[in-house]
């Protein structure tokens, strides 16, 4: 069953259009990314689908729900942790969820979302005495709290040192085998790639591409290099021949074919056809910024180092 439905939107500040006709669906049980350069316009999606700002155009579909017009209903089925979310330094974790929960007809088990999130030994630690990673979680269990179908989180990871990114990943995987449907906004590429079982790429207000990860990378036209070594003789023009070949070099016996597409495989069975055994055959593996460069034209960010800790 579809559990977003996102068609056509547009959203203009001004005359600045920060969001110039998006459409895109999820499944329940997702994990769906949404990646793009600064300002393309991904938080406001999000926060449109979360009814926090009005489309000018286009319609929005939650679980069958209307954002605005179903405010009260919508409420109750989706979780939201935006960019930033501040407490009082003096609210204790259980009370924050307390707190969070009573909001909610039917509110998540504080006592599982703490163990869930490794917040139990923390349930009578003040915020303001929380770590980064700490907080992080404290955010995620707060938007899981009104046991939610679909959550939306948004810079999951931003400012957690590796360690934590690596917890916060497996926690998001957890979340999911729960049953809810995520909708993950990252500048974080390889945060993307590990989560996401589909991607939207958004850039200046449109979607670029929706794909798997995987589908995505092979998709970008960006170049792949497969070298080997032969000892046999071997017809350049068996290589050179093939659809997705843009290159082929051979310096003593040493073959470095360049392409795009499905090169490698395409590398590997023409050998094979040639009765040609490679050695040492590897590719330059691509990845997904690879794929955000050819479908944005822009490097994406990498993550920023944690705040460095006195003493
Ligand atoms: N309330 C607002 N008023 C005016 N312009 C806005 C407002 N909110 C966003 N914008 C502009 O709309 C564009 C899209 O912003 P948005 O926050 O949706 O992008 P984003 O992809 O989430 O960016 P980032 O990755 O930097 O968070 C940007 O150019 C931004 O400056």
Redesign the pocket.
């Known amino acids: 069953m579809t559990a977003l439905d996102v068609r056509n939107l547009h959203k203009r ?2 005359r ?1 259009i ?2 110039d006709d998006v459409s895109f669906t999820v499944e329940e049980g997702e994990i769906f990314g949404i990646i ?10 999000v926060e449109s689908i979360a009814g926090l700002r009005t489309p000018d155009s286009g319609s929005v579909s939650v679980l069958g729900l209307d954002p605005v017009e179903d405010r009260a209903e919508v409420r109750e089925r989706l979780g939201v942790q935006l ?1 930033e979310s501040s407490l009082p330094d003096a609210i204790k974790v259980a009370e924050a969820l307390e707190l969070y929960g009573s909001f909610y007809r039917n509110p998540a088990d504080r006592r599982e979302l703490m163990e869930l999130l490794g917040l139990a030994e923390k349930r009578d630690t003040r915020y303001k005495a929380l770590s980064g990673g700490q907080k992080q979680r404290l955010s995620i269990a707060l938007a899981l709290v009104g046991g939610p179908k679909v959550a939306i989180l948004d ?1 999951l990871t931003t400012g957690l040192d590796p360690q934590a990114r690596r917890d916060t990943w497996s926690l998001i995987e957890r979340v999911r085998d729960t049953g809810v449907t995520v909708l993950l ?1 990252t ?1 974080f590429m390889d945060e993307a790639e590990r989560l996401s079982d589909r991607i939207a790429v ?1 850039d200046g ?1 449109r979607v670029a591409a929706v794909d798997t990860p995987e589908g995505l990378i092979a998709r970008s036209s960006a170049v792949q290099r497969v070298r080997f070594r032969v000892s046999q003789p071997l017809d350049r023009n068996v290589l050179a021949g093939l659809p997705d070949v843009t290159g082929v070099e051979n310096t003593e016996g040493r073959w470095l074919v360049t392409g795009r597409g499905q090169l490698l495989s395409g590398v590997a069975g023409a050998l094979a056809r040639a009765r040609v055994v490679a050695e040492d055959l590897r590719v330059d593996r691509r990845d997904l910024d690879d794929a955000f460069v050819a479908f944005t034209g822009r490097a994406p960010k990498s993550p920023e180092p944690p705040e460095r800790r006195a003493g």
């Not at 793009?36 to 999606?45: D, Q, R, S, Y």
Request: aromatic fraction near 4%; hydrophobic fraction near 25%.
């Open positions: 500040y001004g600045h920060a969001v793009g350069p600064n300002g393309a316009g991904k938080t406001t999606t960019q810079e906004v500048h958004i207000g």
